[in-house]
């Protein structure tokens, strides 16, 4: 009788669907959950305009890469929020206004959730975030960021730290925020990155595969695109 119970006990742990196991890890780490929502594009104007749709997803996930840097937080897995926005029918609109954002932050567990917009005048680029309390609503301080386009990739890293930096949390160790800084990860790295996310979120994964390969081969500082490869070809 027991071994039969053990056994039925077992069997409904594994029917649990993941996003049940994997709230169950977020409720075990009590460090504060941070949700980063898609970008929006808010009109860009020059002769790449139409190359950067992608950028919407690529600074969602480039920017939770930067802010996993800091071991004071923990960030809210991509995948894991686009299912919910999926769920909610938000993937399409792109927009989450902040009463949205702190529902959704709330079912994936995250404590802040950021919201942002970017723009390309002409080679000026320009980041704009706000920081959602998900337990209030309320929306914080905002970030705000100008710098030339080639410069894109800095403006991610100084972004995140202003998001840490805004929930009053730990900033990283100077010496480690300089050496994400120093990479050699041009806009043209951090454009193709986006495709490739857009393709494996479409289930296009040879087209992803192939754009993360290219990566790779040209630009071998930025180490996501290996990762992201590594978990595609399990290679």
Known sequence: MHCNWTRRVVFALLLLPLATVELFAQATDTRPGVAVFPFTNGGSFGPDREDLAPLEVGIQQLVLTELAQNTNLRVVERSQLRAILEEQGLVRTGQVDPGTAARIGRLVGARYAVTGVFMDLYGNFRLDGRIINVETGEVMQPVELR???ENLYEMLVDFANEITEGIDLPPLEVALVQERRSRAIPPEAVTMFSRAQVFQDGGRQEQA?????????RFPEMT???EALRQLTGS
């Open 209 to 217: 595969i192939e754009l993360y390969r290219q990566i790779a081969e």
């Open 147 to 149: 710098n030339r386009k």
């Open 224 to 226: 996501e695109a290996r």
